[in-house]
T-cell receptor
Framework: AQTVTQSQPEMSVQEAETVTLSCTYD???????LFWYKQPPSRQMILVIR??????QNATENRFSVNFQKAAKSFSLKISDSQLGDAAMYFC??????????????FGKGTRLHILP | GAVVSQHPSRVICKSGTSVKIECRSL??????MFWYRQFPKKSLMLMAT?????????EQGVEKDKFLINHASLTLSTLTVTSAHPEDSSFYIC???????????????FGNGTRLTVT
């Protein structure tokens, strides 16, 4: 079974600084997606960034980028120029893309990010 | 972008009663919907996968007779918490995905969640 591990329950970063959230996963599959979701106090789940496993190039979305290391099964999220609005719970997630497999998303336990003004 | 509407956002019910939560995909057809439960300050726990026109697939440890899921159309799935008890109080979130074959790159779209309080 696939698992997603986020080893940092909480992190803090000064506003305008850069922070990296860690995520590792375990799978025997070769075809899958990885995601980072943000859950602010409103509890709405917001997709931050996604990465297809077959792509070697790291995904980027404005201030958000990932460091995808497929062999190491690592998928960290870097937030540059942190803003107060980035304060939220961040979930790393995995979804199989293997033919015939469930496409349910498996979430890590989350990292609560605090932005210090 | 795709929108998933979840209703109600908050509900308080008495112990022993049943509560229905609706999840609608507003601008796409969702062949698959997922129901999650989230405890305070915890991650999302998948309860069940709902496919249109067929029985839901429940995760291990989730009582299918207590959490009834119906996915009667391509835009609507419902979760009914039957004979609710205080321990069922939680935050429930649905999510939906368009047809897998036609939307290879389709992410999961989430509803805003329902906070259930059973008194």
């Amino acid at each position: 079974a696939q698992t997603v591990t986020q080893s940092q329950p909480e992190m803090s970063v000064q506003e305008a600084e850069t922070v990296t959230l860690s995520c590792t996963y375990d799978t025997s599959e070769s075809d899958y997606y990885l995601f980072w979701y943000k859950q602010p106090p409103s509890r709405q789940m917001i997709l931050v960034i996604r990465q297809e496993a077959y792509k070697q190039q790291n995904a980027t979305e404005n201030r958000f980028s990932v460091n995808f290391q497929k062999a190491a099964k690592s998928f960290s999220l870097k937030i540059s120029d942190s803003q107060l609005g980035d304060a939220a719970m961040y979930f790393c997630a995995y979804r199989s893309e293997e033919v015939g497999r469930d496409d349910k998303i498996i979430f890590g336990k989350g990292t609560r990010l605090h932005i210090l003004p | 972008g795709a929108v998933v509407s979840q209703h109600p956002s908050r509900v308080i019910c008495k112990s022993g009663t049943s509560v229905k939560i609706e999840c609608r995909s507003l601008d796409f057809q969702a062949t698959t919907m997922f129901w999650y439960r989230q405890f305070p300050k915890k991650s999302l726990m998948l309860m069940a996968t709902s496919n249109e026109g067929s029985k839901a697939t429940y995760e291990q440890g989730v009582e299918k007779d207590k959490f009834l899921i119906n996915h009667a159309s391509l835009t609507l799935s419902t979760l009914t918490v039957t004979s609710a008890h205080p321990e069922d109080s939680s935050f429930y979130i649905c999510s939906a995905r368009a047809d897998r074959a036609s939307s290879y790159n389709s992410p999961l779209h989430f509803g805003n969640g329902t906070r259930l309080t059973v008194t």
